[in-house]
């Protein structure tokens, strides 16, 4: 079964950053390409990146473009999303996912953004 367990979200204050971290396994990760979405309180799931299993390229959806950068780390089974310049409307819960629509994604970690 695929299992996906994301970590290290936390509070933090405006322009600050953080590192999230995927675990995966149950699945040929490698072969995959792999997303974060997020949902912030109230509304839906909204896709945030996609990392392509192929060459490793990247894509970003505007709100985040310049500020996070995705990567993997195949050896590990191991998918990252850096957050830096973090803002207020940052504030959601990350999931990694395998698909842009995070049909299936991990329990997520929570990201707080405030001062």
């Known amino acids: 079964d695929v299992q996906l367990v994301e970590s290290g979200g936390g509070l933090v204050q405006p322009g600050g950053s953080l590192r999230l971290s995927c675990a995966a396994s149950g699945f040929p990760f490698s072969s995959y390409d792999m997303n974060w979405v997020r949902q912030a309180p109230g509304k839906g799931l909204e896709w945030v990146s996609v990392?392509?299993?192929?060459?490793?390229?990247?894509v970003y959806a505007d709100s985040v473009k310049g500020r996070f950068t995705i990567s993997r780390d195949n050896a590990k089974n191991t998918l990252y999303l850096q957050m830096n310049s973090l803002k207020t409307e940052d504030t959601a819960m990350y999931y990694c996912a395998t698909d842009p629509g995070g049909l299936t994604r991990g329990r997520g970690t929570q990201v707080t953004v405030s001062s």
């Open positions: 990392i392509y299993s192929g060459d490793s390229s990247t």
